[in-house]
């Protein structure tokens, strides 16, 4: 089953004739993971904020499809709703709205009913262990005083929680010291499920080699995906990338 897929895409900044995308393209079937890769600036996240409908880009040419319907003709709100979830390189932090309300709000946004605290609870609770993260979590407000892999894995709780079928992760391993990096790769394994698919943006093939399952690999360059591994495993891959694109050594130390 197709989920998304991207045609010759491209993209300019609002008001602007700079484009950033060049003709995209991209194909991802239920179940899968795939993974961008790329030096800074190639249009990584670009690509990923035009796919959620960022109102900074417009798009001039091309298709996107996810699970049937012109994703192009949607609002933000409307993508969401049609099961399409991005996680930003830095989340926000909400003083004073406690977790389980956040997170209890955004279901009822995307379900489009109410849920009672004690019901959602109930939700929640298989969620938070499929992503190993415990109770505590809940009564704390929205990311604040977070470490740097605690808000990354709310990131994922609020996926979990949404039931995506399409999770776009930008450099949700960034800045992550290596236990972070293992909990966040935890907490995305217990998600993953034969339904949903991730497409994870990253620099480094840490996340990829700890997460440890099949995935197809595309390498950006100027607004462009210029290669792409199909379905290998990760360590292998990474260890193909490394040697075959001296472009990207430095970057995949
Ligand atoms: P990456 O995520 O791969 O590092 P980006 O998508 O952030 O790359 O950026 C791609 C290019 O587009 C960069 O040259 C960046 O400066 C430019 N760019 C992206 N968004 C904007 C914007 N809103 N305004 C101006 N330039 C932008
Ligand atoms: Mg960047
Ligand atoms: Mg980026």
Redesign the pocket.
Known sequence: NVFLEVKDLRAV??D?D?E?LKGVNLTINEGEIHTIM????????????VLVGHP??EVTKGSVVFKGENLLDMDPEERSHAGLFMSF?SPVEIPGVSNMDFLRMAYSAKKKTEISPIEFFHYLLPKLEAVKMDTRFLDRNVNEGFSGGEKKRNEILQLAVLEADLAIL??IDSGLDVDALQDVAKALVGLMTPKNSILM?THYPNLLDLISKRCFVHI?ED?LIVSYYQELHIKNCCRNLRSSFPVLKYELQ
């Open positions: 900044i609002k602007s700079k950033i790329g030096r800074n600036g190639s249009g990584k996240s670009t690509f990923a904020k900074d880009y390189q930008d450099e943006i950006m607004g």
